[in-house]
């Protein structure tokens, strides 16, 4: 039996109106599912023969054999197969009946919701696992019963039969652990999403936290519990924060008032307290709790120094910065991707654990995202590199925050020149990267 949940399926979609296949395939296909469709239920059932299927979608209302009828001879003939309906709010009738004849997993009323329609598929394909599991568990149990009856007459045989059976048992629990132990890696990242609901789908880091303390974990060999504690961490670092109003929550953390601001640096404990009495996640909680204290002392909650502060809090606390303030959830303005490391370079012996922000960077060279460059239509440029016509896709900021230029701006060649001049000026190597659109002339060029 597997250790894990399986990789991929195989799913038929059946519904008389292509458009509707169209939808559900777009909305599956990057899913790790097989796809196969028919447009009728006789159709279904004629692959179903032929093929094997962890889980059929129909619709209710088909000409010929409808939605119900299917899944009713779907359940009778193939009952491991998951069955799920969709139907109108007006086909209560139809719906009843698949319930009562089909045994449906579900159904999902139309117009559905993609992301629920994708997490349905998700969790009837999980308990279809489960069951395969329990009923495999079963047949072995059964198995076994029946072997220790036939060596009870022997009591050499009866205490090899004990060892044997010590032995299984060992192996299933520790198979079971490894299960359960990733288990609470999936749960946590779903947990995730619903925290990243309170964001504009724009503003939502915990995804790429979660990849950024992934990667760095694979990148510098870290051993599998810190790995796992690390990324469910990542994944549940702003828990504490669930409780707030949107004010508090959609604002840059250098923008809140004292009042605002008390309530903030509670957050990473807020957090610890409420994954407390999950005992699994008690070395994830201590991350979080202390992910917001500083290398040099003067953070949060303890005012921790150095190496007293757990090395998964320095790591995380790196992710968390590199991506919130790219999103703009730090300081008033979105910092790009490049001055973003240099903001970390620059405070890695105050902020940042320095042979950890090393390592980050390092990292960094490889896998960092720019959250803000996500469009083949807008190019990122310097300032030796943009050319006089281009227009101003994102409004430029200085070092200081003060801003220089607005969206829409044309540049000019003097413009440019003094753009230069003024980069010279700015602290630290500070330099300027301007997002512009994409020039009609070089879009003709590369289409050539």
Same mark, same amino acid.
């Given at each position: 039996?597997?250790?894990?949940?399986?990789?991929?399926?195989?799913?038929?979609?059946v519904d008389d109106e292509e458009n509707i296949l169209r939808?559900?395939?777009?909305? +599956?296909?990057?899913?790790?599912?097989?796809? /196969? *469709? &028919?447009?009728?239920? =006789? @159709? %279904?059932?004629?692959?179903?023969?032929?093929?094997?299927?962890?889980?059929?979608?129909?619709?209710?209302?088909?000409?010929?054999?409808?939605?119900?009828?299917?899944?009713?001879?779907?359940?009778?003939?193939?009952?491991?197969?998951?069955?799920?309906?969709?139907?109108?709010?007006?086909?209560?009738?139809?719906?009843?009946?698949?319930?009562?004849?089909?045994?449906?997993?579900?159904?999902?009323?139309?117009?559905?919701?993609d992301e629920e329609l994708k997490l349905i598929v998700r969790?009837?394909?999980?308990?279809?696992?489960?069951?395969?599991r329990r009923l495999a568990l079963e047949k072995l149990t059964?198995?076994?019963?029946?072997?220790?009856?036939?060596?009870?007459?022997?009591?050499?045989?009866?205490? +090899?039969?004990?060892?044997?059976?010590?032995? /299984? *048992? &060992?192996?299933?629990? =520790? @198979? %079971?652990?490894?299960?359960?132990?990733?288990?609470?890696?999936?749960?946590?990242?779903?947990?995730?999403?619903?925290?990243?609901?309170?964001?504009?789908?724009?503003?939502?880091?915990?995804?790429?936290?979660?990849?950024?303390?992934?990667?760095?974990?694979?990148?510098?060999?870290?051993?599998?519990?810190?790995?796992?504690?690390?990324?469910?961490?990542?994944?549940?670092?702003?828990?504490?924060?669930?409780?707030?109003?949107?004010?508090?929550?959609?604002?840059?953390?250098?923008?809140?008032?004292?009042?605002?601001?008390?309530?903030?640096?509670?957050?990473?404990?807020?957090?610890?307290?409420?994954?407390?009495?999950?005992?699994?996640?008690?070395?994830?909680?201590?991350?979080?709790?202390?992910?917001?204290?500083?290398?040099?002392?003067?953070?949060?909650?303890?005012?921790?120094?150095?190496?007293?502060?757990?090395?998964?809090?320095?790591?995380?606390?790196?992710?968390?910065?590199?991506?919130?303030?790219?999103?703009?959830?730090?300081?008033?303005?979105?910092?790009?991707?490049?001055?973003?490391?240099?903001?970390?370079?620059?405070?890695?012996?105050?902020?940042?654990?320095?042979?950890?922000?090393?390592?980050?960077?390092?990292?960094?060279?490889?896998?960092?995202?720019?959250?803000?460059?996500?469009?083949?239509?807008?190019?990122?440029?310097?300032?030796?590199?943009?050319?006089?016509?281009?227009?101003?896709?994102?409004?430029?900021?200085?070092?200081?925050?003060?801003?220089?230029?607005?969206?829409?701006?044309?540049?000019?060649?003097?413009?440019?020149?003094?753009?230069?001049?003024?980069?010279?000026?700015?602290?630290?190597?500070?330099?300027?990267?301007?997002?512009?659109?994409?020039?009609?002339?070089?879009?003709?060029?590369?289409?050539?």
């Amino acid at each position: 039996m597997a250790d894990s949940l399986p990789t991929t399926a195989r799913l038929l979609l059946v519904d008389d109106e292509e458009n509707i296949l169209r939808s559900l395939q777009r909305i +599956l296909r990057k899913e790790p599912y097989e796809l /196969e *469709t &028919a447009t009728s239920g =006789e @159709a %279904a059932l004629s692959m179903m023969e032929e093929q094997k299927f962890d889980l059929v979608i129909s619709d209710a209302r088909m000409p010929g054999m409808d939605g119900p009828t299917l899944l009713a001879r779907i359940k009778k003939k193939w009952p491991y197969c998951i069955r799920i309906l969709l139907t109108g709010y007006a086909d209560v009738t139809s719906t009843i009946r698949a319930i009562n004849e089909g045994q449906i997993y579900r159904y999902i009323s139309k117009p559905w919701d993609d992301e629920e329609l994708k997490l349905i598929v998700r969790q009837a394909l999980a308990f279809q696992f489960s069951e395969r599991r329990r009923l495999a568990l079963e047949k072995l149990t059964r198995k076994q019963n029946k072997e220790l009856k036939a060596l009870n007459a022997n009591l050499e045989n009866k205490v +090899l039969a004990r060892t044997e059976e010590l032995k /299984e *048992t &060992a192996d299933m629990l =520790e @198979a %079971a652990y490894t299960e359960l132990k990733q288990s609470y890696v999936t749960t946590t990242e779903v947990f995730s999403n619903l925290i990243a609901k309170r964001l504009p789908i724009h503003k939502q880091p915990n995804p790429l936290v979660i990849t950024m303390v992934k990667a760095f974990a694979e990148y510098h060999n870290l051993d599998e519990d810190l790995s796992r504690d690390l990324s469910m961490a990542a994944a549940l670092y702003n828990l504490g924060k669930l409780g707030w109003p949107d004010e508090l929550f959609f604002a840059p953390s250098d923008l809140l008032s004292r009042d605002q601001r008390l309530e903030y640096l509670k957050y990473p404990v807020n957090g610890e307290q409420l994954l407390m009495s999950l005992e699994p996640l008690k070395e994830t909680a201590r991350i979080i709790r202390h992910h917001q204290e500083k290398w040099n002392g003067y953070g949060v909650p303890e005012r921790l120094q150095g190496q007293d502060i757990p090395y998964g809090s320095r790591v995380l606390r790196l992710a968390v910065d590199f991506i919130e303030l790219q999103y703009g959830l730090i300081l008033e303005r979105k910092v790009s991707r490049d001055n973003t490391l240099k903001l970390i370079r620059r405070y890695k012996d105050r902020l940042y654990d320095p042979e950890i922000a090393d390592q980050f960077l390092e990292v960094c060279i490889e896998v960092a995202p720019d959250v803000e460059h996500d469009d083949p239509e807008i190019l990122v440029l310097d300032t030796l590199r943009v050319k006089p016509g281009m227009v101003l896709a994102k409004n430029l900021y200085a070092a200081s925050g003060m801003l220089l230029l607005n969206e829409g701006k044309e540049l000019t060649a003097p413009l440019i020149d003094k753009l230069a001049s003024f980069e010279k000026g700015e602290p630290d190597g500070y330099r300027y990267t301007l997002y512009v659109h994409r020039p009609d002339d070089e879009e003709t060029e590369n289409k050539s």
